[in-house]
Nanobody, 118 residues
Framework: QVQLVESGGGLVQAGGSRTLSCAAS????????MGWFRQAPGKEREFVAS????????TYADSVNGRFTISRDYAKNTVDLQMTSLKPEDTAVYYC???????????WGQGTQVTVSS
């Protein structure tokens, strides 16, 4: 059974930092794109960042480019999202996502809440 389990959410002050982790299990993800999405109250889910499970180039939404970093922790077998210079508008539920490069197979985590106070 495939599982994506996010952790690391919580309350942080504006200007602060937070790191989210996504533990992926249940299959080999070598042919998958791993990503982070977020959904704020009353808004649609939006793309945040992505990278290949095997490493390589990364992609970011304009709103987080330069502040967020997506990376693999090979020791922990996780995909992490390092968030710096957080703003109140970054408040959202953050979801881990895995999408197979070929085809439509994809998986979602259950989400983790990040709240940035002003």
């Amino acid at each position: 059974q495939v599982q994506l389990v996010e952790s690391g959410g919580g309350l942080v002050q504006a200007g602060g930092s937070r790191t989210l982790s996504c533990a992926a299990s249940g299959r080999t993800f070598s042919n998958y794109v791993m990503g982070w999405f977020r959904q704020a109250p009353g808004k649609e889910r939006e793309f945040v960042a992505s990278m290949m499970w095997s490493g390589g180039s990364t992609t970011y939404a304009d709103s987080v480019n330069g502040r967020f970093t997506i990376s693999r922790d090979y020791a922990k077998n996780t995909v992490d999202l390092q968030m710096t210079s957080l703003k109140p508008e970054d408040t959202a539920v953050y979801y881990c996502h895995a999408r197979r490069i070929v085809g439509s197979t994809n998986y979602w985590g259950q989400g983790t809440q990040v709240t940035v106070s002003s």
